[in-house]
């Protein structure tokens, strides 16, 4: 199979590139003018390093544009389908958003809310956490989702930290044909949370639950409320919502961001990467409790108008084919997933996805975490039948939205499986060594952001001194995303993993996801984690864990041997772990990603630290336990 695939969709917009190269700020201005504002910024941007100010004085609000600009021609246009994993579906058209939005937003008011106070919101993927979303957003209230996966203790530290006035929640959610009780882990989360006002809770599953002084009923808010609700003319800068990280590497960081730099970004993202179309039908699998969600299930796909499908429940239930035969039925163009979610498909086996029609497909997308070449190949084989291109779309919380992403809507360029190819125009990466000097090509340094870009974060909430800290102290007016990457030789980026992980072997540096991929080229490895125990001799050495495909009825020892074959041979017998083993499950947390600190506090026997955000401690026990094992064979070996 080749490593260049030379597909596009046939849009080809220089300008835009060139643009953006001469005068990148005017270029950014040019096209925060395709939103609409009330009235005009001053200054397109003022950079007080770390701190960067787009388009202030503009004013902007946010639900203005993702919902009344499209009421005379799309009112009628289904805006969200909405799926269960029941079957159970919805339709919402953009009127019927725009009616509830409005109706929300004075319910509201009606409880006190005005500008800037924050809203917890805590609710499975149904359409009212983004109706809740757009009605903070038309009056300026701040608001910050909760993953509705996350405990009270969870729960709790956010609303404590972002001080909500309300919390919106619901009597349930549904994951594999059970009743989450969410109502519950709200009541527990805010026993002594004074400053929580009120809980307005969704009659979502109509399961009993118990209402206190401080709950009020979705439904019976909503009843005679008027339609019609004035939408806030926000500054450019006025805070459109608190959203913390996923909580890979660490304790999770409360993200503030903005209005019009960030709807700028994701309006701009959104169209050149998914090249949106009226006739298309784009699916994310992406929680709206991650950021992903929050730019391209609620605002991207609003804000240009376009029809989506929303799901609510695990996406391989009641069977692992729930995925394709959703796009099947409702005919889905766009699909957009996670490496994660990609690796479990291919787990399930060919038959599943080759048992559908999936020819409504044009163009297909990853994020998250990078992707193995063996499954990009998967992805483009069996989903796209060689005809769409896939976009590796690397971006993080604080970024807003899309960094480095192939453009099918604007360019055509050769794709290559694993990397997620260049910057997008108007942006300024590189990849530095220690002393912050850019490396040669095909070197591994860190990957940085050197000028401000819209959808930048303003700052982590409350804490300007832990947002200079976290992004701007290990270089110089640079922006340090903690990620590791090289540029080739034709100036693509490869996103090599984070550079707190990285390996160190007797002096070299191995990035984790090059390994990780190489382990999971094996034919018969579904996914891989590798991490490293101190060694007296070599500095450290490498520890690996991997989960095999289903249905494997090869020896174990053989494939050990096999994949000890692979790496010596693509990467080099410096990268030949100590151990394999072969697990069931690794630790992930709840969006999906590799938790590797995890492995290695495990390995060095060190405390493990805030795992609020993991996704199933059996996991970590099942790690341990191979842990332990290994430790045991190794002190037997040296006795
Ligand atoms: P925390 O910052 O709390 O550890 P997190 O970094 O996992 O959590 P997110 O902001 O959701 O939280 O994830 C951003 C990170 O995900 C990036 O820094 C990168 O490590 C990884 N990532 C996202 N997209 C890609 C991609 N396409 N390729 C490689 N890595 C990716
Ligand atoms: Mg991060």
Redesign the pocket.
């Known amino acids: 199979m080749p490593n260049i695939f030379n597909i596009g969709l046939g849009n080809d917009n220089p300008a835009i590139r060139e643009n953006a190269e001469s005068d990148y700020i005017s270029f950014w201005a040019d096209q925060a003018k395709k939103l609409s504002w009330f009235s005009s910024w001053e200054k397109t941007l003022q950079w007080n390093p770390p701190f960067a100010k787009w388009f202030e004085g503009g004013l902007i609000n946010a639900s203005f544009n993702a919902l009344d600009i499209h009421q005379k021609d799309k009112g009628k246009k289904p805006a969200i389908i909405w799926v269960a994993e029941s079957g159970e579906s919805r339709i919402l058209t953009f009127e019927d958003l725009w009616i509830e939005v409005n109706k929300f937003a004075n319910v509201l008011k009606s409880l006190g809310i005005t500008k800037g106070d924050r809203i917890t919101i805590y609710l499975p993927m149904v359409p009212e956490l983004p109706i809740s979303m757009l009605a903070c957003a038309r009056i300026g209230a701040i608001h910050t989702v909760v993953f509705s996966g996350f405990s009270s203790i969870s729960i709790k530290e956010r609303i404590e930290d972002s001080k909500s006035k309300i919390v919106v929640t619901s009597d349930g959610g549904y994951r594999r044909g059970q009743i989450v009780k969410l109502k519950e882990v709200v009541d527990e989360a805010i026993q002594n949370l004074d400053f929580v006002k009120n809980v307005i809770v969704l009659e979502h599953t109509k399961e009993p639950i118990q209402l206190t002084s401080k709950d009020k009923l979705w439904g019976e808010l909503m009843k005679g409320v008027s339609s019609e609700c004035e939408p806030e003319k926000l500054d450019s800068l006025h805070p459109l919502y608190i959203l913390y ?6 304790k ?2 409360g993200v503030l961001h903005g209005t019009g730099g960030y709807l700028t970004h994701v309006h701009s993202t959104f169209g050149w990467a998914f090249d949106i179309k009226d006739d298309d039908v784009f699916f994310c699998t992406a929680d709206i409790g ?2 992903t969600g929050h730019s391209y299930v609620v605002y991207g796909p609003l804000l240009h108008g376009a029809t989506e499908i929303m799901y609510e429940g695990a996406p391989d239930y009641p069977d692992s084919s729930k995925m394709w035969s959703i796009i099947q039925k409702y005919k889905v163009s766009i699909f957009y997933t996670t490496p994660t979610a990609l690796r479990m498909f291919m787990k399930f086996g060919d038959h599943i996805p080759n048992s559908f029609d999936l020819s409504n497909l044009r163009l297909l997308g ?5 992707i193995n070449p063996e499954v990009w190949k998967w992805y483009y084989m069996i989903i796209g039948k060689e005809k769409c291109p896939i976009i ?7 970024t807003g939205g899309m960094m480095i992403s192939a453009l099918p809507g604007i360019e055509t360029i050769s794709l290559k499986p694993g990397s ?1 190819t260049r910057p997008i125009p108007g942006v300024h990466i590189s990849v530095v060594d220690e002393n912050g000097i850019e490396v040669t090509p095909n070197t591994k340094g860190y990957l940085i952001i050197k000028k401000p870009w819209p959808g930048m974060l303003l700052t982590l909430w409350g804490d300007d001194e832990k947002f200079k800290n976290a992004y701007w102290s290990k270089f110089p007016n640079a922006y340090y ?3 590791y990457a090289k540029i080739d030789q034709d100036g693509y980026f490869w ?1 090599l993993g ?1 550079a707190d992980d990285v390996l160190k072997i007797a002096g070299h540096r191995i990035g984790t996801a090059e390994l990780e991929s190489c382990i999971v080229s094996h034919e018969d490895v579904a996914e891989s984690a590798v991490c490293g125990i101190p060694d007296n001799v070599k500095g450290e050495v490498i520890i690996a864990f991997a989960v095999l495909l289903d249905n494997v009825k090869k020896n174990s020892e053989l494939i050990k041997k096999e994949i000890f074959e692979k790496i010596r041979k693509d990467i080099g017998p410096i990268a030949t772990p100590k151990q394999i083993h072969f697990v069931k499950k690794l630790p992930k ?1 709840r ?1 999906g ?1 590799i938790m590797r600190r995890l492995l290695k506090a495990i390995a060095n026997n060190e405390t493990i630290g805030d795992i609020s955000t993991l996704e199933d401690g059996a996991a970590v026990t099942e790690v341990q336990t191979a842990f332990n094992n290994l430790l045991e064979s190794i002190n037997e070996k040296n006795n």
Request: glycine share 16%; charged share 25%; net charge negative.
């Open positions: 990280t996923s909580g890979t590497t660490g999770p960081k991650w950021v990853t994020v998250g975490e990078p590796d779309t690397w971006w993080q919380t604080e997620g995303s903690g990620d996103l984070r947390t969006s990603k």
